[in-house]
């Protein structure tokens, strides 16, 4: 048995500075097999850097507290206090902070305790195919994000 106090797990920043509040609660207790992250989001900050999926893993979205926006590929579907939200593995989302007010939330994913980065797919704009296409993307040193465009192979990185 684990036990631990959420306001007594370390912030870990994520390297784009989206969000100032991420406390990793399957990390403080040693979870392998089920990722807990607690979030405070101010207005304007985020889950993650953006448009994204993994495909190795479902995820699930719990707002306590405020009103989260997630973009899906449906369109925009607002998130309230009470309301939980799930992707399957390879829906693409994005979930923000769009109002005035702080939320308090929330991110279950399974299977796993931590990302496989090999597995994440993030929707973004390529230079050289002049579209908006899926890139892989790499952790680097733990502060910058190595893009891979999935149709022409270009590169670059995000710092």
């Known amino acids: 048995m684990e ?3 959420i306001d007594e797990i ?3 920043r994520n390297p ?3 969000h100032s509040v991420r406390r ?3 990390q403080a207790l040693g979870m392998t097999d089920f990722a807990m992250n607690y979030f405070e989001l101010e207005p304007d900050e985020s889950f993650s850097g953006g448009f994204h999926t993994h495909h190795d893993q479902e995820e699930v979205f719990y707002v306590q507290e405020g009103v989260a926006t997630f973009d899906t590929e ?3 579907v607002a998130v309230e206090a009470g ?4 992707f399957a593995p390879g829906e693409f989302q994005h979930g923000y902070n769009d109002s005035d007010e702080r939320v308090v939330g929330f991110a279950f994913g399974a299977p796993g305790a931590r990302h496989d980065w090999s597995e994440i797919e993030s929707l973004i704009y390529c230079q050289e195919c002049e579209e908006e296409v899926g890139h ?3 952790l680097i040193d733990g502060s910058a994000f190595r893009m891979t465009c999935t149709a022409c192979e270009n590169t670059f ?3």
Request: proline residues 4%; aromatic residues 0%; charged residues 35%.
């Open 10 to 12: 370390d912030i870990e």
């Open 74 to 76: 449906d369109g925009e």
């Open 24 to 26: 990793p609660i399957s």
């Open 136 to 138: 892989g993307l790499e």
């Open 157 to 159: 990185t995000l710092s």
């Open 83 to 86: 309301d939980v939200i799930r």
């Open 3 to 5: 036990k631990v106090t």
């Open 16 to 18: 784009m500075e989206v």
